[in-house]
């Protein structure tokens, strides 16, 4: 059976919000490839709404990349309590977590969700940007931690 590191985390022992190094990854030519856990929310107490996610998802896709070099991607995990964060090279905790925070405050003093058309969006009704501000401000509030 092929080894998911996200199936390896033990759910029930980890609360949330905190930033975490699930893996890394070299490439055939050496390139590091990081994957971060950013959870906002503990597993099985809770979950973000699926407008919420999607509208974190559209903010941070920018904020991140204006807080960190090498950002490949930054996507919503299926059970809706945080996001992966994939990015070339391996950052250490406490950039990701202070990229993490300032991105959260751009979040909180957002007036629209970008590309929330039907041209740039797959569902662009599906949005909630007072629900992505509401989550924002819980976890900034509560504070992340770092899972080393």
């Known amino acids: 059976m092929i080894r998911v590191e996200s199936f390896e985390l033990d759910h029930t022992k980890v609360k949330a919000p905190y930033v975490r190094l699930a893996a890394t990854e070299e490439g055939p030519k050496g390139d590091v490839v990081a994957k971060y856990d950013l959870r906002f929310v503990t597993p099985n107490k809770g979950a973000i709404s699926t407008g919420g996610i999607h509208t974190l998802e559209h903010l941070l896709a920018g904020f991140i990349r204006e807080e960190l070099e090498g ?4 996507s919503p995990m299926g059970c809706r309590t945080g996001f992966y964060l994939i990015k070339f090279g ?7 977590k202070k990229a993490l925070e300032n991105s959260l405050e751009k979040v909180l003093e957002a007036k629209e969700v970008p590309a929330a058309n039907e041209i740039q969006c797959g569902n662009f009704a599906d949005h909630s940007l007072n629900d992505a501000k509401e989550i924002a401000k819980k976890v900034i509030d509560e504070g992340i931690s770092i899972l080393e």
């Open 71 to 74: 950002v490949i991607d930054i």
């Open 90 to 96: 391996k950052t250490p905790l406490n950039e990701i």
